[in-house]
Each structure stands twice: as structure tokens, then as C-alpha cells.
């Protein structure tokens, strides 16, 4: 792990920029997955495309002690938390606590894309009763955007999928970009970013380098790396972002 003030040493822009490609896409009897961040080249975060096309489901119901999101792209899943169930749309997530029975599924004969983000570091929750516990359930776990519930910013919005009291500290917000060209400055924190480009055409900065990318992009910005992304021309921009 990097300590303060210390950038883990290897990154360049390339390392840190994934772009989807249909010739890296992993078959697997359901359909096929993509990885745009591997936990192996981080602290811990990871990012998955999975697409199901070929039978109802991807996994079994199961649990693990890792937080985890699902953000659904294309078509309807059905989600489910300690044997409860729901079926969601596109712009929608769910947040698997940990610990606690989960899965995700296809919910009729059409194509299902979504994101898998997870923290691989073991998150505990505790066995002590007088502790008071997130009400982990359906109705706290899944989001749907809501143009109503966005959160004005100079640049645009931004929109938040989970509360981190919900998540111990990992989030998921929806940010959009159509008033200024940049969100900040070029600015660093010391734990691991990931962003995920949906819509528009983006300038992004690591550590001094600069790379123009489109949509359907992932990017990982290391712990204390020097970071940021904007816009370059008049079209919106919108990604989402995770952060522990």
C-alpha cells in the first residue's frame, strides 16, 4: 500500500486507462465479461463488465466479506438480498453489503450489461447486538436516478447511488458535466479512485500526462497520483465515480 505523500511506483497514463474492446471480452457460458481495473494492479478496487445473454443467470445467490456494487447499463435484472427480490433497470444500483446473501440475474429473454465494482478488502461487520447496525435490505441497497434527487454543482450535477453510512465508507455518485470544461484542478487524495466515462468525450490528467478518451472507458487513478478529468467541447460529459 502506498504510504503518504508515496505514488506506488510503475503507473503511467496507459496502465491507469482501460478502453473496452469486443477482442478482450472473456467467454463464460452465460455470455462474457470485461475487466477495465484488476484488483491485482491495485490497492483493492476492481471494475467488471459482465453482459448475460445466454441463460438466466450468472451465480448462484452467494456472499463474501468484500463491498460491492451493481450498476445496470442495458436491459433488467432481477436483484436480490437475503432472499428478497426486485427487478431493476438501466441507471439503477444495488449495493451488496458484506456478509449478506446477494445476486443478480436477468430478468426476461433480453441481454443484461451491467458493472461490478468491488473493494476487495474485507469489510467486518460486527456480531455485537448493542452495536446499532445499517438496515441492510432491498429499499437501503438498490438506487434508481432520479432527476429529482440530483445535487446541483457549478460544472452540472452529480448524483448519489448509496449512502456511505450504508456502504462503510465506499460510494458510487453519477457526476455530469455541461457548464464549465473542467470539474477541478489537477488535485490528489491518498486513497484509490476508479472512473467509468458513459456518455461524451473527456481529457484526462495522471501525474502530468494527458489522454483524450471516449466512452465505454474505465480509469483508475493510483492513491496520491496528481488527477483529474474535464470535458473538450460543448457536449456534456458523465462518468461515474468510486471511491473508498
Not at 463491498?67 to 436480490?80: H, K, P, Q, T
Request: net charge negative.
Amino acid at each position: 500500500m502506498p504510504g503518504t505523500n508515496e505514488v506506488k511506483p510503475g503507473y503511467t497514463i496507459e496502465d491507469c486507462i482501460t478502453v473496452f474492446s469486443d477482442q478482450k471480452t472473456q467467454a463464460e457460458k452465460y455470455g462474457w465479461f470485461f475487466w477495465f481495473v484488476r484488483e491485482s494492479a491495485t490497492d483493492g478496487l476492481n471494475l467488471k463488465m459482465s453482459y448475460v445473454d445466454k441463460l438466466s443467470g450468472t451465480h448462484a445467490s452467494h456472499k463474501h466479506p468484500e463491498r460491492e456494487f451493481y450498476y445496470i447499463m442495458e436491459g433488467l435484472a432481477e436483484v436480490s438480498i437475503d432472499g428478497m427480490t426486485r427487478v431493476i433497470g438501466p441507471n439503477s444500483s444495488m449495493f451488496c453489503p458484506p456478509n449478506v446473501m446477494h445476486g443478480i440475474k436477468r430478468a426476461n429473454d433480453q441481454p443484461l450489461k451491467y458493472l461490478v465494482i468491488k473493494d476487495v478488502a474485507k469489510v467486518s461487520v460486527s456480531d455485537d447486538k448493542s452495536e446499532k447496525q445499517p438496515d441492510y435490505n432491498l429499499d437501503n441497497c438498490i438506487t434508481v436516478f432520479s432527476d429529482g434527487k440530483i445535487d446541483p454543482a457549478k460544472t452540472g450535477w452529480f448524483f448519489w447511488f448509496a449512502p456511505t453510512l450504508l456502504t462503510k465508507g465506499m460510494s458510487l455518485k453519477m457526476t455530469y458535466v455541461d457548464k464549465l470544461t473542467g470539474t477541478h484542478p489537477p488535485h490528489q487524495h491518498e486513497k484509490e479512485e476508479i472512473l467509468y466515462l458513459l456518455e461524451g468525450e473527456a481529457e484526462v490528467h495522471i501525474n502530468g500526462e494527458t489522454r483524450i478518451i471516449g466512452p465505454n472507458t474505465g480509469i483508475y487513478y493510483p492513491g496520491n497520483s496528481s488527477h483529474c478529468i474535464k470535458r473538450i467541447n460543448d457536449q456534456p460529459i458523465k462518468y461515474l465515480v468510486v471511491n473508498i
